[in-house]
C-alpha cells in the first residue's frame, strides 16, 4: 500500500508572495508553484505518467523492489500516491483518460508537471502503437524536457505479454518511429520479479528493468544540476518577460504624456493666436469715435425706422457672432463642447461651453473691447477655456489611460521586487 497519499486541488492556491507577479503575469501561475515545490523539494522525484492499466504501478514497485503502489487488472490508482525509497521520492499518478470528469487526470498531470524531476512515460506493448493523445503527452513532455531539462524516459512495458519476439520488435519499431530520437525502454515487470524470486539473473538481464535503472541512475545523478539550472531559467525567463511588460508601460505611459503636454501646448497655443486674431478684428469694430450708438434706446416712433442704433447693434452683434464662431469651431477642434455632466442643467441649450464661459447677454462695444481688445479680458476667456479643455471627455480619457498605465509600471515594479534573486526562489 502507499506510504502516502496526496490528495490535492489540481490548481493550487498560490502563496500570497506570489500576488503580485501573478498579477503581472498570471500565465506563470504553474511556473510559480514549480518554483515552491523546488524550494521545498528534498529528494529528487520520479513520476509515472501514462493511461490506465499499463502497468505504471507495478513498474514502480520493481524499480523500489517493494510492493509500496497497488497493482490490479482494471482501473486501480485513482489518487496520487507517493512512496520514499532509497533517497527518491517516487510517484504514482493515476492512469489518464479513465475518468470522464478527468479529475484523476488532472491529478496525473498535476504530478507531472509540479512535483517531477524525472518522469517515466509508460505504454504497454500489447496496446501496439502509440495513439494521438500519448504521442501529444510526449511531444509536450520533450518540449518541456528541452526547455527546463526535466528528463521523459519512454517507457514500453509488459513485454512478456507479446507473441514472440518478432511481435515485440514490430511493435517497439513502430513505436521508436512515432518518438523518433527518443530512447525507448522496454522492459517486462513480471520477467524481473520471477527472475529476482528465483534467483534466474539472465531473466532479471532480459526483463530490461536493469537497464532502465542504469538510466535512471544517470538521471538521478543529474537532478541537482538540473534543479538548479530550472530555477535560474523560470527565474530568467519571468525577469525577463516582466522586463519586456515594464519596458512597453514604461514606453506607453511616456508617449501618453508627451502626447498630453502636446494637446495642452496645441490648446493654449491656438487659443492664445486665435484670441489675437479676434482681438485684431475686433479693433476696428470698437474703435470707431464718439458714443456707442447701440446704447441709445429707440423711440417709439421709430419702432420700425432703421436707426443708426440698431444698425450700430447690429454690426456688433455680427462682429461678436463672429467672434464666437470661430472659437467655437477652435474648441470642436480640440474635443471641448459639452458641459460636464455634473454642470449642466435642464435646459439642453444652454450647456454648451460657449454659453458657460461667454454668457447669453447682449454685448454692446465695451464688453466686446473688455473681452477680446484688453488683456485682462482675453486671459479670462483663455483660462475659463483652459478649464474646460482640461474637463472634456477625451482629457479625462487620457488622463484614465495615463492613471493606468502608471498602476501598470508601479505593479511590474512591484512584480519584479517579489522575484527572488537566483540563488534562492
Ligand atoms: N504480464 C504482465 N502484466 C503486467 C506487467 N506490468 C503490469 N502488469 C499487469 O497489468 C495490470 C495493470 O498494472 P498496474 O501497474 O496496476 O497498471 P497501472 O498503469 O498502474 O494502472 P492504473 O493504476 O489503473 O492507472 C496488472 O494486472 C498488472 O499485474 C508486465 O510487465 N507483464
Ligand atoms: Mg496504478
Known amino acids: 500500500m502507499p506510504d502516502a497519499s496526496l490528495r490535492q486541488p489540481a490548481t493550487p492556491a498560490l502563496p500570497a508572495r506570489w500576488r503580485d507577479v501573478l498579477c503581472v503575469l498570471p500565465h506563470r501561475d504553474g511556473d510559480l508553484a514549480r518554483l515552491d515545490e523546488l524550494a521545498a523539494a528534498d529528494a529528487p522525484v520520479v513520476t509515472v505518467i501514462?493511461?490506465?492499466?499499463?502497468?505504471?504501478?507495478?513498474?514502480?514497485?520493481e524499480l523500489m523492489r517493494r510492493d509500496a503502489f497497488a497493482v490490479a487488472d482494471r482501473r486501480q490508482t485513482i489518487q496520487l500516491a507517493e512512496c520514499r525509497h532509497a533517497g527518491v521520492r517516487w510517484l504514482d499518478a493515476p492512469g489518464?483518460?479513465?475518468?470522464?470528469?478527468?479529475?484523476?487526470?488532472?491529478?496525473?498531470?498535476?504530478?507531472?508537471?509540479?512535483?517531477?524531476?524525472?518522469?517515466?512515460?509508460?505504454?504497454?506493448?500489447?496496446?501496439?502503437?502509440?495513439?494521438?493523445?500519448?504521442r501529444a503527452l510526449i511531444e509536450t513532455l520533450h518540449a518541456d524536457s528541452e526547455r527546463t531539462g526535466r528528463e521523459t524516459l519512454i517507457v514500453v512495458t509488459q513485454a512478456d505479454q507479446m507473441e514472440d519476439d518478432n511481435a515485440l520488435g514490430r511493435v517497439v519499431s513502430a513505436i521508436a518511429d512515432q518518438v523518433p530520437g527518443a530512447g525507448l525502454h522496454v522492459v517486462s515487470s513480471t520477467r524481473h520479479r520471477r527472475?529476482?524470486?528465483?534467483?534466474?539473473?539472465?531473466?532479471?538481464?532480459?526483463?530490461?528493468?536493469?537497464?532502465?535503472?542504469?538510466?535512471?541512475?544517470?538521471?538521478?545523478?543529474?537532478?541537482?544540476?538540473?534543479?538548479?539550472?530550472?530555477?535560474?531559467?523560470?527565474?530568467?525567463?519571468?525577469?525577463?518577460?516582466?522586463?519586456?511588460?515594464?519596458?512597453?508601460?514604461?514606453?506607453?505611459?511616456?508617449?501618453?504624456?508627451?502626447?498630453?503636454?502636446?494637446?495642452?501646448?496645441?490648446?493654449?497655443?491656438?487659443?492664445?493666436?486665435?484670441?489675437?486674431?479676434?482681438?485684431?478684428?475686433?479693433?476696428?469694430?470698437?474703435?470707431?469715435?464718439?458714443?456707442?450708438?447701440?446704447?441709445?434706446?429707440?423711440?417709439?416712433?421709430?419702432?420700425?425706422?432703421?436707426?443708426?442704433?440698431?444698425?450700430?447693434?447690429?454690426?456688433?452683434?455680427?462682429?461678436y457672432s463672429r467672434a464666437c464662431i470661430r472659437l467655437d469651431g477652435f474648441l470642436a477642434g480640440h474635443g471641448v463642447s459639452g458641459l460636464p455632466q455634473e454642470q449642466q442643467t435642464a435646459a439642453g441649450s444652454l450647456n454648451t461651453v460657449m454659453v458657460a464661459v461667454m454668457g447669453?447677454?447682449?454685448?454692446?462695444?465695451?464688453?466686446?473691447?473688455?473681452?477680446?481688445?484688453?488683456?485682462?479680458?482675453?486671459?479670462?476667456?483663455?483660462?475659463?477655456?483652459?478649464?474646460?479643455?482640461?474637463?472634456?471627455?477625451?482629457?479625462?480619457?487620457?488622463?484614465d489611460r495615463i492613471t493606468e498605465t502608471a498602476a501598470a509600471l508601479d505593479a511590474t515594479d512591484r512584480a519584479l521586487a517579489a522575484l527572488p534573486p537566483d540563488a534562492a526562489p
Not at 498531470?109 to 493523445?133: K, M, P, T, Y
Not at 545523478?221 to 516582466?242: C, N, W, Y
Not at 454685448?363 to 482675453?378: I, T, V, W
Open 195 to 319: 527472475g529476482l524470486e528465483e534467483g534466474k539473473t539472465l531473466l532479471v538481464q532480459r526483463s530490461g528493468i536493469p537497464e532502465l535503472e542504469r538510466t535512471l541512475a544517470d538521471a538521478l545523478a543529474r537532478v541537482p544540476a538540473v534543479r538548479a539550472h530550472e530555477i535560474s531559467l523560470l527565474l530568467g525567463e519571468m525577469r525577463a518577460e516582466l522586463g519586456s511588460v515594464r519596458r512597453a508601460a514604461a514606453e506607453t505611459l511616456a508617449s501618453l504624456r508627451q502626447q498630453q503636454e502636446a494637446q495642452r501646448h496645441a490648446f493654449d497655443d491656438g487659443l492664445k493666436a486665435l484670441l489675437a486674431s479676434i482681438g485684431r478684428d475686433m479693433e476696428e469694430v470698437v474703435a470707431l469715435p464718439g458714443p456707442d450708438l447701440a446704447l441709445v434706446a429707440d423711440t417709439g416712433r421709430e419702432r420700425y425706422a432703421k436707426t443708426a442704433a440698431k444698425l450700430e447693434r447690429a454690426r456688433i452683434q455680427v462682429a
Open 50 to 61: 501514462g493511461k490506465y492499466n499499463h502497468g505504471k504501478s507495478r513498474l514502480l514497485n
Open 96 to 134: 489518464l483518460d479513465a475518468d470522464v470528469a478527468g479529475e484523476d487526470d488532472r491529478h496525473a498531470l498535476r504530478a507531472v508537471w509540479l512535483s517531477s524531476d524525472i518522469r517515466l512515460f509508460v505504454h504497454a506493448a500489447r496496446e501496439g502503437e502509440l495513439d494521438a493523445a500519448e
Open 360 to 399: 447669453v447677454s447682449v454685448k454692446f462695444r465695451a464688453d466686446l473691447r473688455r473681452m477680446f481688445c484688453e488683456a485682462p479680458g482675453r486671459a479670462r476667456l483663455q483660462a475659463a477655456f483652459a478649464h474646460y479643455f482640461e474637463l472634456s471627455r477625451s482629457q479625462a480619457e487620457l488622463r
